[in-house]
């Protein structure tokens, strides 16, 4: 069983910045892929970043530049460095951890950038 604790939301100015936690409870299952999907209010679900298990990464078209996802396999932890907030970025950001069999989901953490 893998449960996926996230951590590092929060209120935000926009042009702030904010890092996100993603660690994963078992340290023994290599995941092929992790990443971030953030869900704002009335909208779906989307890509925010991945990072496979050979440092290949991924980017949503409006956060390039902007987010830097990385990971640390030994910990099994998953990070977003996001910089140069805007008030769009304001939504619930998923942790997310992929195996060949099966796919886990956090709880969310909520991130909302505002004056």
């Known amino acids: 069983q893998v449960l996926l604790v996230e951590s590092g939301g929060g209120l935000v100015q926009p042009g702030g910045s904010l890092r996100l936690s993603c660690a994963a409870s078992?340290?023994?299952?290599?995941?092929?892929?992790m990443g971030w999907y953030r869900q704002a209010p009335g909208k779906q679900r989307e890509l925010v970043a991945t990072?496979?298990?050979?440092?290949?990464?991924i980017y949503e078209d409006s956060v390039k530049g902007r987010f830097t996802i990385s990971r640390d396999k030994a910990k099994n932890t998953v990070y977003l460095q996001m910089n140069s907030l805007k008030p769009e970025d304001t939504a619930v950001y998923y942790c997310n951890a992929q195996t060949p069999s099966q796919l886990y989901w956090g709880q969310g953490t909520q991130v909302t950038v505002s004056s």
């Open positions: 078992n340290l023994i299952i290599s995941f092929a892929t």
């Open positions: 990072i496979d298990i050979s440092g290949t990464t």
